[in-house]
């Protein structure tokens, strides 16, 4: 009888065990950002940034370094470019650039405004090699801070990898 009975609190508990990692929770985006990543404040003189994200993994597979560059290009207008040094082309490459203005009161970055690039082999069919990227983003605030975040996102059908360069806060005037 007792051999019974702990045969089923083993299997009681061995069951527990198995649904907790059912309800685990689900990532959310608003957890996992790089919003409240850190920049430096530049001198109000300064008229761009420039920020690198460099592979020091030996087992990286198609990154060398991600860079992000900030302009300030005159009348609200913010000037953003990005580039990924890969070291072999890749299947599918996917760049986000996020514009984040300092909020002093707060003592915050938000972001204000964004923008997607999608690279796929339909596009290149010989693959993507070294992409650069250049935009404006225009009627912007003056009189604030302003820095990019880029996400780079870079694969292959069995892989996937990520850097994520952010600049420094440039003013804008």
Known sequence: ?????????????????????????????????????????????????????QSNARRGTFFDSADVIIRDEGNGNI??????????????????????????????WQQVDYVDFEYTLEQYPDGIED??????????KRGYYYRIRGAFSAGDDDWYEGFGPTTDGIWIE
Do not use: W
């Open 1 to 53: 009888m007792k051999k019974l009975i702990r045969a089923i609190l083993c299997c009681l508990v061995a069951i527990n065990v198995f649904m907790l990692t059912a309800f685990a929770a689900v990532p959310s985006p608003e957890v996992y950002t790089s919003i409240d990543q850190k920049s430096n404040l530049c001198d109000v003189k300064t008229k761009y940034s420039i920020g690198r994200a």
């Open 131 to 140: 992409p650069s990227i250049s935009v404006t983003f225009t009627n912007q």
């Open 79 to 108: 000037g953003a470019s990005a580039h990924a040094n890969l070291r072999k082309p890749v299947t599918e490459l996917y760049v986000s650039l996020y514009l984040d203005r300092y909020n002093k009161e707060k003592d915050v």
